[in-house]
């Protein structure tokens, strides 16, 4: 089992006193936590892709370059790359260039996106939303894994043996495919014998056992070796040294965001008894003290036989020491004793 962060890197007021971090601060912080993540020894670092002002990453490779000359060991990728509204050539070559900065750690996790505003900022038509994905993610599975393309489609013009340039360190990036929760993305995933990363932000885990169930199934049925699948369950949480602390530090710059994108979405503003109980034993929040995040990532591995996951700690703008302590507590405490319960439940 791998362990590690996502982070969408937001840049939200401080619910408490209305203060709002410059965007130069932010991006310090975070590379701070990068650094801190690595030291403790997680697996993998990931940053989101958004064009809106509450996120301020839009090219998760530029950032993740900087944090490949920062760090040693830890895996760095996106979570996820918009790919449909951007250009799989171009991709391509930005995370080649991070694997070589950083001595074969980049990865892709690809995906359609949640937010829409990079559609039209990059002359997408949303009515494409699905077949641009789809045709996007050919290629760029293409280009990973060949050096000259010839290719032909409906929304990029065609390649005609070319060559794309720099080539990664490793000999194939790994490029896994970001789900929501559509049968269809992952079918598409297995399909490819792609690692799928699932998101659970909402609702209760147990209900998204039939997408990890179909994924297996169908990623054996397209005659892709199971001993080479890969599962990342990706969820929203929070560690501090005891649960009371950890329940009251992260509700209200959790609520604050759910509730501004609930605003944009039609849902109802987050209140204190949905967030207890989504952070209940069966919720989707591992939010607590570092025995309660060991027990539901056990209990999570024991549903879907996940291979990796990766906490998105800073859904709000928590204070950094804050998400500095979750980060240590994640690599020093949580990760050890998930690996070793895990570990030993299949005898290795």
């Known amino acids: ?16 006193t209305g203060t ?11 590379m701070e936590e990068v650094e801190l993540a690595d030291q403790v020894g997680l697996d993998v670092f990931a940053i989101g892709e958004h064009h809106r002002p509450d996120f301020i990453v839009s090219s998760p490779a530029v950032v ?13 990728s996106s979570a996820v790359t918009v790919l449909s509204s951007d250009d799989p050539v171009r991709v391509f070559q930005d995370f080649a260039h991070v694997d070589l900065l950083s001595g074969g750690r980049a990865e892709i996790i690809a995906g359609r996106g949640s937010f829409i505003e990079s559609f039209p900022l990059f002359g997408n ?16 599975v293409q280009l990973n894994k060949k ?4 290719w032909k489609g409906r929304f990029r013009p065609s390649i005609d043996n070319r060559g794309v340039y720099p080539r990664p360190h490793q000999p194939e990036l790994p490029i896994w495919v970001g789900v929501g929760g559509t049968p269809e993305s992952v079918v ?14 909402g609702g ?41 602390r950890a329940a009251d530090e992260f509700y209200g710059p959790y609520a604050y965001v759910m509730s501004q994108i609930g605003r944009e979405r039609g849902w109802s503003p987050m209140n204190r008894a949905q967030y207890e109980f989504m952070r209940s ?41 804050n998400v500095m302590r979750a980060i240590e507590l994640l690599g020093t405490v949580v990760a050890p004793a998930v690996k070793k319960a895990v570990e030993s439940s299949v005898g290795v």
């Open 204 to 244: 209760m885990p147990e209900r998204f056992v039939p997408f990890t169930r179909l994924y297996k199934d169908t990623y054996a049925k397209a005659g892709h070796d199971p001993a080479r699948l890969q599962l990342g369950i990706n969820s929203h949480g929070y560690i501090a040294d005891d649960s009371q």
């Open 147 to 150: 050096e000259k393309i010839t």
């Open 1 to 16: 089992m791998e362990l590690g962060i996502t982070t969408f890197v937001e840049n939200t007021p401080d619910p408490t």
């Open 188 to 201: 598409r995933a297995a399909n490819y014998g792609l690692p799928m990363a699932l998101a659970i932000i």
């Open 20 to 30: 709002l971090l410059s965007p130069h601060q932010r991006m310090m912080n975070l």
């Open 281 to 321: 034993a069966e919720g989707s929040l591992l939010v607590g003290s570092p025995q309660q995040v060991i027990d539901k990532i056990l209990w999570e591995h024991e549903l879907f036989g996940n291979t990796r996951f990766l906490l998105h700690i800073s859904v709000g703008t928590l204070p950094h020491a």
């Open 64 to 76: 993740l370059a900087a944090a490949a000359v920062k760090t040693k060991q830890i895996r760095l």
């Open 125 to 140: 038509n949303l009515n494409d939303y699905n077949e641009l994905f789809s045709e996007k993610l050919d290629l760029l």
